[in-house]
C-alpha cells in the first residue's frame, strides 16, 4: 500500500505581510505559524513523516522549540521559487519515500488545516490516478481591475468575470512522488502549485471540496483570523 508523506515548503519571506521576520515564523497562540501547520500532519496516524523545506540561511528556525514533535525531518534545500523548494525536496526525500508514495505539500502559511478536511482529502484520493487538491468554489462576485485613464485611477472595474466553475486552490495539494517530481522537472518555475505542473503536462488533478477556514495567512488581518479558528 502507498504510504503518505507531507512536505512543507517554508523558504520564503511572505513579503505582503510587511513583518519583520519571514511569515511562517509568525506568533499564533505562542507557537510560530509553522508548528500549527506541522502538528494538523504529526497528529494524524496516516502521515508517516512530516518534511518541512527551509533555506540553507534560515537563522529563525532553531530559535524554537520542535521537540512535541516525532516523525519531523528537517531540509535545507529550499530554492528561489516555490517550484523549485518543492522539486528540491522531493529529491532530498526519495531515499525514503516509494515513487507511488503519496506526498501532500501544505503552506506553511495555511495553520488551520482540520482534521476533517485531512480526513476527506485521504479518503477520495486514496484510488485516483493522478491525485488532487482541497479547494473551495468561489462565491463572490469577481471584478478584473483595468486602468481607466479618464479617471487617472488604476483600480477601476473592467469587467465582471463569471465565477461558474472557478475554485480557489488550496492546500494540501496530494500527489504520487514521482509523478509529482517529473511534472516539476518539466514544467519549470513559473508554475505557482503543484496541480499547474501536472495540468502543464496534460493531467487533470481532482478538485476535493474544501471551505474558507483552511485559509492562507497572507495580509496582517488574516493572522487575526487564523488565531481565532485556532483558538475555537
Request: aromatic share 6%; glycine share 8%; proline share 5%.
Amino acid at each position: 500500500m502507498p504510504r503518505h508523506f507531507a512536505l512543507l515548503p517554508a523558504a520564503g519571506v511572505g513579503a505582503r505581510m510587511g513583518a519583520d521576520q519571514p511569515k511562517q515564523y509568525l506568533d499564533i497562540h505562542g507557537r510560530p505559524m509553522i508548528w500549527h501547520a506541522i502538528r494538523a500532519f504529526e497528529r494524524h496516524p496516516a502521515i508517516e513523516r512530516v518534511y518541512v523545506v527551509l533555506s540553507a540561511e534560515d537563522a529563525w528556525w532553531a530559535g524554537y522549540d520542535w521537540s512535541a514533535f516525532t516523525r519531523l525531518s528537517l531540509l535545507r534545500c529550499g530554492g528561489a521559487s516555490r517550484a523549485e523548494s518543492v522539486a528540491n525536496g522531493l529529491r532530498a526525500m526519495q531515499a525514503e519515500v516509494g515513487r507511488e508514495d503519496w506526498v501532500l505539500v501544505h503552506d506553511a502559511a495555511r495553520p488551520c488545516l482540520s482534521r476533517v478536511l485531512l480526513d476527506k482529502l485521504l479518503e477520495e484520493l486514496a484510488d485516483d490516478e493522478v491525485g488532487g487538491i482541497l479547494a473551495a468554489p468561489v462565491a463572490d462576485t469577481l471584478k478584473r481591475a483595468g486602468c481607466a485613464p479618464v479617471y487617472r485611477l488604476e483600480r477601476r472595474i473592467r469587467e465582471t468575470v463569471p465565477r461558474d466553475g472557478l475554485w480557489g486552490a488550496q492546500t494540501p495539494q496530494m500527489f504520487r512522488h514521482a509523478m509529482l517530481l517529473d511534472a516539476l522537472e518539466r514544467a519549470g518555475n513559473a508554475i505557482t502549485d503543484e496541480a499547474s505542473a501536472l495540468e502543464s503536462v496534460g493531467l487533470s488533478p481532482r478538485l476535493v471540496e474544501s471551505d474558507l477556514t483552511n485559509l492562507k495567512v497572507t495580509y496582517p488581518r488574516d493572522l487575526e483570523v487564523a488565531a481565532w479558528l485556532l483558538g475555537r
